[in-house]
């Protein structure tokens, strides 16, 4: 059984609660007013706008600045009501959503948003923030399309596609650097084709520090349930779909997947997921989730990944990393190094790492078909205990034909 926290409870967390501010007004688009800029300079808290099909482009960007305010495509169908650029600068975002209580966007399509920043969506210490039914598509450049900090959001039956980062998290990048615990989830969800040319070829998972407070961030809670990610690579960096990584030390992270698949996704190491344990506190469990044709192209760990950063000072003897892995399935997957499955490198950091009731079919690696939990030998299925190491162990799990490529070192 696991020991993790489960993260379900993240949704309803998200939960639209009654607005107490006065009789809510409708705003339509463009009968009301032509643009949905001006509908918004006109919203008060509490008030839905709603969007007639066909395009709707930006010149200057939304900036949501009133609480409890719903922006919605009238048919209920996203690719009917596309919001585009229409001039817009390059160093301002589709929505920055900022210091509001509730803002729900649901039911369009937001399109070609490129640029400097995080370019369809910038969201910042903001609560209840919801993406229903939303549609990104070709969005990206600098940074993130959608970059959430310090704030606690729903992605609902949302589709990233074909989108694109120059650093890190292709679709998704979730950073906290406020004093105060952060949730996002992702239910639903569908990330095809997204890329990063750093870490995270869909959502990158980020702790950091405040440089202007120099105050840790409180943790980040992050809860990814049926949701499918498809063909996202990393091209220079690890997580072909997820990464997880801090700059800072000794920050929380707890991430749950659970009911999802990842299937043909890319990146340096860890084709699927990459965790960087470098000065990270976390508390990662993976429950009834299919790894299908992952690859690790340069380094291990063909599916997921554990690993650190070299760094020249670190503290080992309090971080208590865990990592549950149950009830999943590893079907093809391939690391060009060690670990077609699972990869966990050795170092210097306290860790944990159990898989339970999981399969392993017909993975790949040149040292460790299976697995590679961070042994001086690379052995299948069962590993002595290395170094810093508090428990390892596979766990009721069957074996299919699953093989290294080169003989054991």
Do not use: W
Not at 214 to 224: E, F, K, R, T
Not at 324 to 353: C, D, M, Y
């Amino acid at each position: 059984m696991s020991q993790f926290r489960p993260l379900l409870v993240l949704v309803s967390l998200f939960m639209v609660q009654p607005s107490l501010a006065g009789p809510a007004n409708e705003i339509l688009v463009p009968e009301n007013f032509p643009t949905l800029e001006q509908a918004v300079a006109s919203a008060t808290a509490g008030d839905t706008i709603s969007l007639a099909s066909g395009g709707h482009g930006l010149t200057e960007g939304i900036v949501v600045s009133v609480d409890n305010l719903t922006i919605r495509g009238r048919t209920g169908t996203a690719r009917d009501v596309e919001i585009l650029e229409g001039g817009l600068s390059t160093s301002n975002p589709f929505f920055r959503i900022q210091n509001v209580d509730g803002f729900t966007l649901r039911d369009v399509k937001i399109l070609n948003a490129i640029g400097q920043t995080a370019n369809a969506a910038f969201i910042f210490n903001s609560s209840d923030t919801q993406f229903l039914n939303v549609e990104v598509v070709l969005s990206g450049g600098a940074f993130s399309p959608v970059l959430v900090n310090d704030s606690n959001v729903l992605f609902q039956d949302c589709f990233f596609d074909r989108n694109h980062s120059d650093t890190y998290g292709g679709a998704v990048r979730v950073v906290n650097s406020d004093p105060f615990d952060s949730r996002t989830a992702f239910v639903g969800c569908n990330f095809d084709l997204n890329e990063s040319n750093g870490d995270g070829g869909a959502i990158a998972i980020a702790q950091q520090i405040d440089p202007k407070t120099v105050v840790p961030g409180g943790a980040i809670l992050v809860d990814v349930t049926g949701c499918t990610f498809q063909d996202s690579v990393s091209t220079n960096g690890e997580g072909g779909a997820i990464s997880i990584f801090t700059g800072s030390n000794k920050l929380p992270v707890e991430v749950s997947i659970s009911d999802s698949f990842f299937g043909d996704n890319r990146a340096v190491g860890g084709g699927a997921i990459a965790v960087d344990r470098t000065n990270l506190d976390f508390d990662i469990s993976v429950l009834r989730t299919h790894f299908n044709i992952n690859k690790a192209s340069g380094e291990n760990g063909g599916a997921i990944l554990e690993f650190e950063t070299p760094r020249t000072s670190v503290t080992t003897d309090t971080l208590r990393n865990r990592f549950q892995i149950e009830s999943s399935t590893f079907e093809k997957n391939i690391a060009t190094s060690a670990g077609g499955g699972v990869a966990v490198e050795e170092g210097l950091f306290r860790s944990e790492i159990a898989i339970e009731e999981s399969t392993f079919i017909e993975n790949k690696g040149v040292y460790g078909g299976v697995l590679d939990l961070g042994s001086k030998k690379h052995l299948l299925p069962a590993l002595p205990k290395p170094l810093m190491v508090e428990r390892r162990s596979l766990v009721r799990s069957e074996i299919v034909d699953s093989r290294k490529t080169s003989p054991d070192l």
